[in-house]
């Protein structure tokens, strides 16, 4: 069973220098203007020691159900849900009681309350703490996650029928995991270049698991604002999702 994990790993081993996601944020705000370019080799790395936080620091393993509460498209959200992926557990993107760990940019938002554990997300890329005060307990991910380790090894491994993704209600196993996100995977050529504008986190997961099983590489922009042909020319872009 092919998970996205060892997908990834494949691609780093293949060639880890290439590019997995280009960021771009058009959004008006603190982040306007970010440009973020993040090889195979950095995404792995990213996915590792958020990996580490949940599995050692809020001891999410296989079961556990992780919510996303994360703008899209961002590199952010791409790199959590891997790290979710990693450890075994299943990824929801179902606001609903219950939730093991939330990963949010609002900590204080009545969603948070309903989780056990809550990891405060900061999107500006350079951020070293997170901007406001948090309540005792919450994991500052800007402060905290880069402290835990380079290199992953999940305490338990994912079965074939482990549920991996909940969406509006509908679960996906972790052995479907590729065929019912992405589809046929030749649809995209090997070293596609595919921008993503989608504001939903469940086109962005698609569009990532399609990159990973077919060696392609994200170019996300964030913003929704029209589309700048010189920058999708300089960024090689090949397809539009």
């Known amino acids: 069973m092919l998970t ?18 280009t960021f771009y944020d058009d959004t008006p705000g603190p982040t306007q203007g970010e440009r973020i370019e993040i090889s195979r080799r950095v995404l792995d790395n990213w996915v590792a020691k958020a990996a580490n936080a949940l599995q050692e620091g809020l001891d999410v393993q296989r079961g556990s159900v992780v919510l996303l509460d994360l703008p899209c498209p961002h590199w952010r959200a791409c790199y ?33 309350e309903d989780a056990d554990e809550v990891v405060a997300v900061t999107l500006a890329a350079l951020a070293r703490e997170y901007d406001g005060e948090l309540r005792s307990g919450v994991m500052d991910e800007a402060k905290e996650v880069s402290s835990f380790g380079d290199g992953f090894t999940a305490w338990d491994e994912p079965e074939e029928d482990d549920d991996a993704l909940v969406h509006e209600g509908s679960r996906t196993g972790y052995a479907d995991l590729f065929a019912d996100l992405v589809g046929d995977p030749a649809a ?6 595919a921008l993503v504008t989608s504001t939903s986190t ?3 997961l698609r569009h990532l698991l ?4 077919t060696g392609s590489s994200l170019v996300l922009v964030r913003g929704g604002g029209p589309v700048d042909e010189d920058r999708l020319a300089s960024e090689g872009v090949t397809l539009r999702t």
Do not use: K, M
Request: proline share 6%; hydrophobic share 45%; net charge negative.
């Open 210 to 213: 399609h990159a990973l099983v």
């Open 4 to 21: 996205p994990h060892q997908a990834l790993n494949d691609l780093v081993h293949d060639d880890a220098t290439r590019p997995a996601i």
């Open 80 to 112: 959590w849900a891997l790290a979710v992926w990693a450890v075994g557990a299943t990824l929801t993107l179902d606001a609903h009681e219950g939730a093991d760990v939330l990963v949010t940019t609002d900590p204080d938002s009545g969603t948070a």
């Open 188 to 193: 995209w050529p090997a070293g596609t270049r």
């Open 202 to 204: 469940y086109d962005l």
